[in-house]
């Protein structure tokens, strides 16, 4: 079984400070996707990251995919009230069927 | 299309009763799956669908769980004799046949609340 450790669990900051959080694992993942779930909603894609070492910016969040593609990290630069959610990653496997694993999950609150 | 559409949004319902969740995918994509989320915890992998057949299914899925695709559209997920530990927010996802990524994209889940 595929397990993806995030960390922190949880993370309450000022707006405007900059922050990390991680999701590592054992294995080794073809993929890596991170989400952001607001209470009650479903969970909404952010950024699929696939080749080891690959670095993706989305505006204020930068997404970096390991070397060995077993972890992941997610920056954010100037965080804002509005960023505030759920982040979970999602790896898929290497083989079999495409089902994703998912972390437990940081939950982000930001404070005008 | 507006994307994934789950249906309906918060269930309340006795113990014992059964209910049954509808998912309306992403019009093109032919792999669709079924998540369990709890108070604190990521989506659990309940079952996967390619088009009509069901690919795989988790041990957390007892024998009181179903879930069909029978036109490889829409898919339902059924819960008999529903338990209070089936409280839950049940996600469904869909995704199309790639290559190397399993990008899946989420509805908004169906609240099970069992009193």
């Known amino acids: 079984t595929q397990l993806l450790e995030q960390s922190p669990q949880f993370l309450s900051i000022q707006e405007g400070e900059n922050l990390t959080v991680y999701c590592n694992s054992s294995?080794?993942?073809?993929?890596l996707q991170w989400y952001r779930q607001e209470p009650g909603e479903g969970p909404v894609l952010l950024v699929t990251?696939?080749?080891?070492?690959e670095v993706k910016k989305l505006k204020r969040l930068t997404f970096q995919f390991g070397d060995a593609r077993k972890d992941s990290s997610l920056h954010i630069t100037a965080a804002q009230p509005g960023d505030t959610g759920l982040y979970l990653c999602?790896?898929?496997?290497?083989?079999?069927?495409?089902?994703?694993?998912f972390g437990k999950g940081t939950m982000l609150l930001v404070s005008p | 299309d507006t994307g994934v559409s789950q249906d309906p949004r918060h269930k309340i319902t006795k113990r014992g009763q059964n209910v049954t969740f509808r998912c309306d995918p992403i019009?093109?994509?032919?792999?669709l799956y079924w998540y369990r989320q709890t108070l604190g915890q990521g989506p659990e992998f309940l079952t996967y669908?390619?088009?009509?057949?069901?690919?795989?299914k988790s041990r957390l899925l007892s024998d009181r769980f179903s879930a069909e695709r029978p036109k490889g559209s829409f898919s339902t997920l059924e819960i008999q004799r529903t338990e209070q530990g089936d409280s839950a927010m049940y996600l469904c996802?869909?995704?199309?046949?790639?290559?190397?990524?399993?990008?899946?994209?989420f509805g908004q889940g169906t609240r099970l609340t069992v009193v």
């Open positions: 294995s080794v993942f073809s993929s």
């Open positions: 999602a790896g898929g496997p290497i083989s079999g069927y495409s089902t994703l694993t």
């Open positions: 996802a869909s995704s199309s046949q790639g290559a190397r990524n399993t990008e899946a994209f």
């Open positions: 669908f390619q088009n009509e057949a069901q690919l795989e």
């Open positions: 019009s093109e994509h032919n792999r």
């Open positions: 990251v696939v080749t080891g070492g």
